[in-house]
């Protein structure tokens, strides 16, 4: 499409992928596809069993059928298209569907930032407040919380949006990554990028640095609580119900900084895609793992649901 005479508007991007890896494609496939339905899967039957077991409806797993809703939303907006890209010989994705892509994970990312940290003062109340944790952590400000962590991804994907959508695209249309996303995108623009660099650091010192403080605080307020405590079975008790919690976070952090950050010209290079594929693809498989393997009250949910198929 030409605009102004003079310059012509790309129409759709190239998406390069993996195919650099021609003899491990089919291997590359198998695996992506495997850990996509995983994925899905397992988030999906923990939203179920939260859901359904009473015991379970407590703010700890309402946010966390919330992460879980996040990270199937989050999976879904890279991996199918990735996966559907590896049948073809020319990856192509339209401008608009590009676009879109880019608008629902840069949603789904921000939202999981978000929650992250409404799950870090969750766990501020129930350990350095216990005798108030149910009215501080009441289903009003839980269900505010979670939408707050919505509208906050929201509010900054659509800023970034905005500021794409007033960049020119005419040329080079190849992308060196398996989706849509911002780095890339302003490398391939041809017009200035100033304004878009400028929003895109704000956005990401303001959700990047404002989020990690609060855990940080909510964190060096927990270990001082845990270590007042007398016991070390108390003290053991008290540590493992952050754990999970600080696990997630830290794999969540680790990678996203190791992308946006460590790179600063704006192509893809190997590492980065594959690092790409931690924070898309694997850690929102690893999230119900985290959360599900030394937590006992999920393994007596599975049993209590075991028990109720047993007697239908």
């Known amino acids: 499409m030409t605009v102004g005479g003079n310059i012509t508007e790309i129409t759709y991007f190239i998406l390069l992928g993996f ?5 491990i494609l089919g291997a590359l496939f198998l695996i992506f596809l495997v850990i996509f339905i995983t994925t899905v899967t397992w988030n999906l039957c923990l939203i179920i069993l939260i859901r359904m077991d009473s015991h379970l409806h407590t703010p700890m797993y309402f946010f966390l059928s919330n992460l879980s809703f996040i990270d199937i939303c989050y999976v879904t907006s890279t991996a199918p298209k990735m996966l559907f890209n590896f049948f073809q010989k020319q990856q192509m994705i339209a401008f608009v569907e590009c676009m879109v892509q880019y608008f629902f994970f840069s949603t789904m990312g921000l939202s999981d930032a978000c929650l992250l940290t409404a799950m870090a003062y969750d766990r501020y109340a129930a350990i350095c407040k216990p005798l108030l944790y149910s009215s501080i952590m009441s289903p009003s400000l839980c269900v505010r919380m ?24 005419c040329g080079p249309n190849v ?18 990028i100033f304004f878009s660099q400028v929003l895109f650091a704000m956005l990401s ?3 990047g640095i404002a989020n990690v403080l609060i855990i940080m605080i909510s964190y060096v307020y ?3 609580s845990i270590m007042k405590i007398s016991s070390a079975k108390g003290r053991s008790k008290a540590f493992n119900t952050c754990a999970s919690h600080m696990t997630a976070v830290s794999l969540f952090y680790i990678s996203v900084i190791y992308v946006y950050l460590s790179s600063s010209s704006g192509s893809s290079s190997t590492s980065d895609r594959f ?17 599900s393997l030394r937590n006992r009250e999920i393994k007596d949910a599975l049993k209590r649901l075991q028990k109720k198929r047993g007697y239908c």
């Open 222 to 224: 927990i270990v001082i």
């Open 175 to 192: 992308i060196n990554h398996f989706f849509c996303d911002m780095p890339q995108l302003l490398n391939l623009s041809c017009s200035g």
């Open 275 to 291: 690092a790409s594929v931690l924070y898309t693809v694997v850690i929102p498989l690893l999230n119900p793992v985290i959360y």
């Open 205 to 207: 010192m303001t959700y």
């Open 19 to 23: 195919s650099d890896f021609p003899r």
């Open 146 to 169: 979670a939408l707050g962590a919505y509208m906050a991804g929201l509010a900054g994907s659509l800023s970034q949006l905005c500021g794409l959508l007033q960049l020119h695209f």
